[in-house]
């Protein structure tokens, strides 16, 4: 099983959410089979890592895939119009 790590931003944005359960019920898959759970498009941070972004329902969650480190780390979610 992977290791999935929420910054506390992420975290706190989750916490607020009155509907997280499609959100949680991707990061599960995320824990549980991070090689086939994939974002729906991703984009290229400063360091060139590969930021993948789902969008689930009105939130878009960013996160980076560490395979050597065996870890998933959700950086953000985000109301979908705040992109």
Same mark, same amino acid.
């Given at each position: 099983?992977?290791?999935?790590?929420?910054? +506390?931003?992420?975290?706190?944005?989750?916490?607020?959410?009155?509907? /997280?359960?499609?959100?949680?019920?991707? *990061? =599960? &898959?995320?824990?549980?089979?991070?090689?086939? +759970?994939?974002?729906?498009?991703?984009?290229?941070?400063?360091?060139? /890592?590969?930021?993948?972004?789902?969008? *689930? =329902? &009105?939130?878009?969650?960013?996160?980076?895939?560490?395979?050597?480190?065996?870890?998933?780390?959700?950086?953000?979610? /985000?109301?979908?119009?705040?992109?």
């Amino acid at each position: 099983m992977t290791l999935v790590y929420i910054h +506390t931003q992420a975290a706190d944005q989750l916490r607020a959410l009155a509907n /997280r359960t499609e959100l949680l019920g991707f *990061i =599960g &898959r995320l824990e549980a089979n991070p090689t086939d +759970t994939h974002g729906d498009y991703s984009q290229p941070d400063p360091r060139g /890592r590969a930021i993948e972004v789902k969008i *689930i =329902g &009105r939130q878009a969650i960013l996160f980076f895939k560490d395979p050597f480190a065996n870890l998933v780390k959700i950086l953000d979610i /985000r109301h979908v119009e705040a992109l």
